[in-house]
């Protein structure tokens, strides 16, 4: 298992597309996770989508952040939203800062190994 953290990098450059064109060639990732914070939509999420996309392997969207989402009710119709633009593996909201739902992705993670 490798995990590629993006963290700190505000925006997608052709730098960091091509560490990941590097990393995908060298492991042939089965299903990469893609991970978003909760309730943001953010222009370079979509870039990332679209690559994830064209890889055409399964993909598990991991939600962060949800302990910030004062009113739940939001995040259902939010991971329906999301579901529209890509049939994803499986959806995992978490927070990363609390721990919460985190055995989730390594359960999740483990199938597709």
Do not use: C
Request: proline fraction near 6%; hydrophobic fraction near 50%.
């Amino acid at each position: 298992m490798l995990i590629g953290d993006t963290a700190g990098r505000l925006h997608i450059d052709d730098s960091m597309m091509d560490e990941i064109k590097a990393l995908h060639a060298a492991i042939s990732p089965s299903a990469p996770l893609f991970v978003v914070d909760a309730l943001k939509w953010p222009p370079d999420d979509e870039l990332v989508l679209d690559k994830l996309r064209a890889a055409q392997v399964p993909v598990l969207l991991v939600i962060n952040k949800v302990d910030t989402i004062a009113d739940k009710s939001r995040l259902l119709p939010w991971i329906e939203q999301l579901s529209t633009r890509m049939d994803f593996a499986e959806v995992i909201p978490v927070s990363a800062l609390r721990h919460t739902n985190l055995d989730a992705i390594e359960g999740v993670i483990e199938r597709f190994l």
